[in-house]
Every structure is written in structure tokens, then in C-alpha cells.
């Protein structure tokens, strides 16, 4: 097993994990949604079942990004990944428009409609907060120690997800105390902080899919030109991402090198920019100084 394929599965074995957790967390909802009809504890039990559909959707995704390069994918299929984590910024995008709407809607009624503050329901609400910021913290570290976007998003929806159920139990707790006009507006500022958790994503993944620059041109320079043999390094492009970046480089060297010696300098920057910048691949053309 290549160590691409070894990291693939480590992210699909976590998403394995986080998709059981939240089948646990939704099986608790709908147990209390049935002994308690709270309509607030329905909503959450919808929501937790589109967390687990998310988790199906981003383990098909991490499989399909998982596979070696092919002759339609020379460059491999890491980028799927990448899309997947766009894809989870759309439910996010969701997320925000729905908790939004319900604010503006309880806002322009005379009570809130469908909010119930049963015990049942506020224990649940807050054992699934617990179990969600134990899972989105876990999923974080393990998404940024394998370098893998969809882990991350995943992570960042999960942790929102734990600020809806912040914000309902909220809610229901300013429903208790007779204040019920307060939980829209903590509503409002739960969307708030998801939205701004959906940007950050999207600054991390848009440069991926376009090929921005993955690395400044003068490190790599730099790491070509540390070479004593090499008397310049230009035409330098990057793309990509830690880990799973591309970079192209000239080389000048002496003019009078015989070819076997011109690419053993070569294969030594190709070996240098890899370890040294992260690089997965690295391709070098030699020019005569």
C-alpha cells in the first residue's frame, strides 16, 4: 500500500468513526422525540440525519480521491476531495438560510412556533452538543494531521452543527425563564458564526481547484539553487496542496556536463523540493548555463 492509499484510508476510517457517532447522536433524538413531540427536538433529528448523509457523501468522496492516478487522472484525484469540501460549504450555506429564516419568522409572530422546552429535550439537545464538540475537535486534528480537506470541512460542519443545538437549547432555556423573544436573535448570531466558519473553508479550497500558486517561486529557487551545480533556477509553477503539490522547475547547469551527470543534479533537486517544500511531484528541465 502506497503511503497515498495508507492516508486514504486513515480519512476514510475517521469518517467511519464520525459517521457511527452521529447515527448514535440521532437514534438519542428521535427517542426523545417520541416520548416528548418537542418540535424543536424534530428539527434536530432531521438535522443529524443530514449530518449522517453528509458523512456517506464525504466517505464516497475520500474513495474516489483515495485512487492512484489513471490514464484519464495522470495527476491523481486528490482534487475530488477538495471539491468535496465545497460541496459540504453548500450545506452550510443551507444551515445558515434555515436558521435565518426561523429567526425572521419567530421575530414577526407572537411566540415562537414549534419550540417546546421539555426536560427531555433540553438533556438531549445538551448530550448532543458534548458528543458533537468531542467529534469536531477529534476530526479536526485528525483531518489536519493527514492533510485532508474533506476531514476539515467535515470537522467545520460538525462543530456548526453544535452551535445549532447551542442555539435551540438557548432557546429553549430563554423559553423556560419567560423570554421567549431571545432565542432568534441568539439564532441569528449562531448563522453568523457559521457562515463565517463556511468562508474560511472556502479560502482554503478555492485556490486548490483554480492551481493558485501552492508555493512562493523563490523558495523553491532557493532550494534548486543550494545545489552548487546548478548555476540558476527559473520558469518555476506550483499548484496544488501540502503534501499533494506539483511543481515544475528549469535548471541551468554547465554546459560541457555529460547527460548521465546533468540528470543525477536533476533527480537531486527533484529530491530536495519534495522533502524539503512538501512536494509529491517534481519535474525538472535542465538548459545549458
Not at 4 to 22: D, H, I
Not at 238 to 246: D, L, T, V
Request: hydrophobic share 50%; aromatic share 4%.
Amino acid at each position: 500500500m502506497t503511503s497515498g492509499e495508507s492516508c486514504s484510508a486513515e480519512v476514510r476510517r475517521a469518517l467511519r468513526t464520525v459517521l457511527w457517532l452521529n447515527l448514535g447522536v440521532l437514534g438519542l433524538k428521535v427517542a426523545a422525540l417520541i416520548s416528548s413531540h418537542a418540535l424543536s427536538v424534530a428539527a434536530e433529528a432531521v438535522h443529524s440525519s443530514l449530518d449522517a448523509a453528509n458523512n456517506v457523501f464525504a466517505l464516497w468522496i475520500a474513495r474516489l480521491a483515495g485512487q492512484a492516478p489513471d490514464e484519464d487522472h495522470p495527476y491523481g484525484h486528490q482534487k475530488f476531495e477538495t471539491l468535496g469540501a465545497l460541496v459540504l460549504v453548500g450545506f452550510l450555506s443551507i444551515t445558515v438560510f434555515e436558521l435565518v429564516q426561523r429567526s425572521v419568522s419567530q421575530m414577526t409572530s407572537n411566540a415562537p412556533e414549534g419550540v417546546r422546552a421539555t426536560p427531555l429535550a433540553m438533556v438531549v439537545i445538551a448530550m448532543s452538543m458534548a458528543v458533537g464538540m468531542a467529534v469536531s475537535t477529534w476530526e479536526a486534528r485528525r483531518g489536519r494531521a493527514l492533510g485532508s480537506d474533506i476531514l476539515v470541512a467535515d470537522a467545520a460542519h460538525t462543530g456548526a452543527d453544535v452551535l445549532t443545538s447551542a442555539a435551540v437549547l438557548a432557546g429553549l432555556i430563554a423559553i423556560r425563564a419567560g423570554y421567549p423573544q431571545a432565542d432568534p436573535w441568539i439564532t441569528i448570531a449562531v448563522a453568523i458564526l457559521i457562515a463565517r466558519t463556511g468562508w474560511r473553508i472556502l479560502r482554503e479550497t478555492v485556490p486548490v481547484l483554480v492551481d493558485e500558486r501552492a508555493v512562493d517561486s523563490s523558495r523553491i529557487q532557493r532550494v534548486a539553487e543550494s545545489i552548487g551545480e546548478v548555476s540558476s533556477a527559473y520558469r518555476i509553477r506550483s499548484r496544488g496542496r501540502a503534501g499533494e503539490m506539483f511543481a515544475e522547475v528549469t535548471i541551468a547547469v554547465a554546459a560541457d556536463l555529460d547527460v548521465k551527470r546533468a540528470h543525477e543534479i536533476a533527480d537531486e533537486v527533484e529530491r530536495r523540493i519534495g522533502s524539503e517544500l512538501g512536494a509529491r511531484e517534481v519535474v525538472v528541465h535542465i538548459e545549458p548555463a
